[in-house]
């Protein structure tokens, strides 16, 4: 039983067919509701038929109604666990939310986006990754909006352990450059959504190129995921004031840390030396301490 079937759900939710996207909203709203429904009164509720239920349940790879049960009062009380009912962390952030609510919901979402990113990971995608990085004569990062932030991140981190790594914020300029890259080159994207046009399109010009792929994104399923040789998922709680907010960039940082000290260990001596020369190389712009 996947233990981020809720996760699952949110990344899956916009590629259902319109009467199982339904269904994964009631799960979403209420995963302690739905577990005590049975499968008729679940398909009731959403207002769809226990077939379309059970082709719900095949969308998420799972092998039945039953383990849908189970795995919603798990994560139901997961939920109950890590939040307080008074604050109504887990919800939606809402108008007539107190200061205090806004910054604790933003708080937990955004930790929480971090957990269950770190737990759901392929840990033998990321070793992959760390293999292509690693072999890679040049590597092209790609993102736009707010996933530009973690792209950007990402090419920072991989150039100061002693990467080629090269971030183009013009989609123009990326394509051009995933265009010239050949079999030794990687071009890595980044889209939370995995559906912005310009990511697939240098994944895709990237492929015709002969270069390794790989996306971080929240859906496998998604157009970024197709030209990708490896997929790195993400999982975070975007809501109708958050959507491309930071709960999404802190689980896409969260693989681009994970990357960032997989490589490092790996060659922990070159990179231990070559962050203190990159170290002593900006000093001099740092003020001094007052005495």
Known sequence: MPDDLLARVRSRRDQL????????????????????RTITELARAAG??????HRFCRSLELRGYAQLRLGLAAEAERLRADTRPDLGLGTDLG???TPEQLVRKVGWANARAAEETAAALDLAALAA???????????LVVGVGSSALAALDATQKLQRLGYAAVFASDVHAALMTAALLGPDDLALGISHSGRAREVVEVLEEARLARAATAVVTSNPRSPAAAPADLVLLTAARETEFRSGGTASRTAQLTVVDALYVTLAQH???????????AHDAVRRHSLRRPR
Do not use: F, K, N, Y
């Open 267 to 277: 060659d922990h001596a070159r990179i231990l030396d070559g962050l203190e020369r």
């Open 17 to 36: 067919p319109r009467a199982e996207r339904g269904i994964a909203d009631l799960v979403l709203a209420d995963p302690g509701a739905a577990a005590t």
């Open 95 to 97: 108008p007539d939310d």
């Open 48 to 53: 769809t038929s226990e077939a379309t239920v």
């Open 129 to 139: 990754l760390g293999d292509r990085v690693r072999q890679a004569r040049r590597i």
